[in-house]
């Protein structure tokens, strides 16, 4: 890793740090050589404290650290991504994100359709949404409904319609969301049991 410290007179490199599952950024920090090389050692992101003028690792107060996952260096050589499993909240101010953004288990849409879904079912009757319609039938009815979306689905892909094939896999989904909120679960539960057969 050839890293170019020269562009900033004090040699610091800003250090994006990303959530390594949900890939959210968690904050920006500062990186001079020795700092590099601690975080290397120790596995535990430290950066060069601009205001304390020494190392920091991040967490060594609150117990909040930034386990590290991944290094990476961009383009130009002056910036690095380090991806990290967080330990706690990030920001000094007690937010997941030194945006004030929950860092979730995060599929980015699929995420906030998981959170309309929810809320649909808790908040809303089945004359006003169709996802609360089907709740209110219950979880036979949703079963039922992924079944029929499955079939949908094996139909479009023997034929040469890929719109139609899309527009049925996109129902499927939609409806397997909803039957996993109806057993209790989300999307995550079920990557969590993909990422164990990993092993």
Not at 153 to 169: G, T, W
Request: charged share 30%; aromatic share 8%; with cysteine.
């Amino acid at each position: 890793m050839n890293i170019d410290y020269s562009k900033n007179m004090e040699g610091l490199i800003p250090a994006i740090i990303q959530d390594a599952t949900t890939k959210n950024v968690l904050m920006l920090g500062y990186m001079n050589e020795a700092a590099l090389e601690k975080t290397k050692e120790t596995k535990l992101v430290t950066f060069f404290s601009r205001s304390k003028q020494r190392l920091w690792t991040k967490g060594e107060e609150s117990g909040n650290v930034l386990s590290l996952v991944d290094l990476k260096l961009d383009c130009d050589n002056d910036t690095l991504l380090i991806q990290v499993n967080p330990k706690g909240p990030t920001c000094h101010k007690g937010s997941d994100t030194c945006w004030d953004e929950k860092n979730d288990e995060n599929f980015g849409f699929i995420s906030k359709l998981e959170s309309t879904i929810e809320d649909r079912r808790m908040n809303a009757t089945g004359e006003q949404s169709y996802v609360a319609s089907l709740f209110e039938k219950g979880i036979n009815k949703i079963a039922q409904k992924v079944g029929e979306e499955a079939v949908e689905v094996i139909i479009e892909a023997m034929d040469n319609d890929d719109h139609l094939f899309l527009n049925e896999s996109a129902d499927l989904l939609f409806h397997y969301l909803m039957l996993l909120q109806a057993k209790g679960f989300k999307l995550n539960d079920v990557v969590n049991v993909l990422k164990g057969r990993e092993k």
